[in-house]
């Protein structure tokens, strides 16, 4: 019998770039913020999403980063909060943002 593995927890962000300056907020989060962020202890990864263009006008949020996390989530996005950054963009609209840790609820479910 395996061993079962514990699955991570994680942080969901969920956002939007300031209107019009879509470009510019992606360029900025994926090339300079996100390598930062990954950076901190306990932050073992981060994946960007986007919405399907087909949908965007029916969410409230066109983009979505999820950071896989070793350790504790709540732990790390405290850090991620109090992280001095090398760079800050105002193409983020940070006032809908939302960042939220997650703890897993058990092993993940795969077929059988």
Not at 66 to 83: K, P
Request: glycine content about 4%.
């Amino acid at each position: 019998m395996s061993a079962q593995v514990q699955p991570a927890e994680l942080i969901l962000v969920l956002a939007n770039a300031v209107a019009g300056r879509e470009a510019e907020f992606s360029s900025w989060y994926t090339d300079e913020h996100l390598p930062e962020v990954v950076r901190l202890a306990g932050v073992a990864s981060a994946q960007r999403y986007e919405v399907p263009e087909a949908l965007a006008a029916q969410l409230p949020y066109r983009y979505a980063t999820v950071y896989a996390i070793d350790g504790s989530a709540a732990a790390a996005m405290q850090r991620i909060i109090s992280a001095e950054y090398s760079s800050q963009s105002d193409a983020l609209d940070v006032h809908g943002m939302v960042m939220s840790p997650f703890v897993p609820l058990g092993a993940p479910i795969t077929p059988a």
